[in-house]
């Protein structure tokens, strides 16, 4: 204890200094951005790195049931094609049209035991991904890029108190926002629905057109439960998603092509 | 010795002030500001406790970037220059110095001069590196460094005619 305590006056000046330039490294990255967006690169760059390692471990014992469920979208997409050639229709024609590029990825990390969840992916700048772009899956949305680093991107996850995302009525397109109650995984609110709109349990949600992020028309999932208030006013809506969130593999980034084109008619944003 | 740290006191805040209000304006040739304040890490006690000037680097360097809407980098320059002050001091006057006021009088010129000129150097090229903190910006941080430690070295020089006095007491 005697030798501790000696040793620690020893270098009493030194553990000052680093004591001290710790909490200006912190001053440092509270109070410049270009600071703290470059330790959050690295930070991000690192446990992505690790998880990917981690994740190649885990991915090789679910291969099969990754086939099975590719196999199952392939099928879908199949039946899609065919109708497509059925109708003599153009297939560049319909690609090009369509105001979207689609970019498979894998995620590497996955999280939806936070109030805020991140999810991070292999696809990164040098596949041509930029921040705020949406990201789909088969079944449902996953979120949206945040931050992006040479081969790895951070996704806002749908599970992220912060994150609203424009959604409609299938039926008759009354839209609201929808955003995550914060307890579980397939549980969302909607919020902003006038109750002049007749809701009903069992309703379908899509994403509203009116977002930068998706196209219109994702189906997302049902009304589960409807709160009407005393008065006029908006309903308190709880949806349950189709997709699970909690085991999602592969994602599809989707990039607006026309988004300089939405923004230069949105100065305000 | 009371004396002394009052002189230290009125150091430290004359020097702060002259820095944020006159100093960071002067914006010469559209990008140097002398860092005057260094002086203060300079002509302080060379016998005195180094763990008072740590947290006095500290001290002044926060309350520089807090009054001047700095990002930070002038609390970690003023802080590792305080705290590399004894192993520049041993670099330059030799393992055995005997100043024990640490009046930069009466030592020898060349060393003196060595002394203020690496003290100014290691600072201005830390607080660059903080404040570029990327590769593609080596040159912006010598030629800064370059120029605003000519500047601040003629400034410090000078300044020293006028605390001789003070310090004699």
């Given at each position: 204890m005697q030798q501790l305590i000696n040793a620690l006056l020893k270098y009493k000046n030194s553990l000052f200094y680093l004591g001290l330039l710790l909490l200006s490294l912190i001053f440092l990255n509270q109070r410049s951005f270009y600071h703290q967006s470059f330790f959050s690169d690295i930070s991000l760059s690192i446990s992505s790195r690790i998880n990917l390692f981690s994740q190649g471990i885990v991915n090789y014992f679910s291969l099969k049931k990754i086939n099975e469920q590719l196999r199952l979208e392939n099928e879908m997409l199949k039946v899609l094609e065919l109708a497509y050639q059925n109708n003599k229709v153009d297939k560049t024609a319909v690609l090009e049209s369509f105001g979207f590029k689609i970019t498979g990825a894998r995620i590497i990390k996955n999280s939806y035991d936070k109030a805020r969840n991140y999810i991070i992916i292999n696809k990164g700048e040098a596949d041509g991904i930029k921040t705020d772009t949406g990201v789909i899956s088969s079944d449902g949305i996953i979120g949206i890029i945040n931050q992006t680093t040479k081969s790895f991107s951070s996704i806002l996850s749908l599970l992220h108190r912060d994150l609203k995302v424009n959604v409609s009525f299938k039926k008759n397109g009354a839209y609201g926002s929808m955003s995550w109650r914060g307890d579980h995984p397939k549980k969302m609110k909607l919020d902003d629905i006038s109750t002049l709109n007749p809701v009903s349990i069992g309703d379908t949600i899509v994403t509203g057109g009116m977002s930068d992020y998706f196209p219109y028309g994702i189906p997302l999932g049902t009304v589960s439960k409807i709160e009407r208030p005393k008065f006029e006013g908006y309903y308190e809506i709880d949806i349950e998603l189709f997709s699970n969130l909690t085991q999602k593999e592969f994602v599809y980034i989707i990039k607006n092509k026309n988004l300089d084109q939405i923004e230069k008619l949105n100065p305000d944003e | 010795m009371n004396s002394n740290n009052l002189l230290s006191i009125f150091q430290f805040i004359l020097l702060l002030f002259l820095q944020v209000f006159l100093l960071n304006n002067i914006n010469l040739f559209g990008f140097i500001n002398p860092n005057l304040y260094l002086l203060f890490f300079i002509v302080y006690r060379f016998n005195s406790n180094p763990t008072i000037l740590i947290f006095l680097g500290f001290l002044m360097g926060l309350l520089l970037d807090l009054l001047t809407q700095g990002s930070g980098a002038h609390t970690i320059a003023a802080l590792t220059i305080a705290f590399v002050r004894p192993i520049i001091i041993r670099a330059t006057f030799g393992i055995n110095y005997d100043i024990p006021m640490g009046m930069i009088e009466g030592t020898p010129q060349n060393q003196r001069f060595l002394y203020i000129l690496m003290m100014i150097i290691i600072h201005h090229l830390l607080l660059y590196i903080i404040i570029y903190?990327?590769?593609?910006?080596v040159l912006i941080i010598l030629k800064n460094t370059l120029f605003t430690s000519f500047f601040t070295f003629i400034m410090v020089y000078m300044s020293l005619g006028l605390f001789k006095k003070g310090l004699n007491d």
């Open positions: - | 903190f990327s590769f593609e910006s």
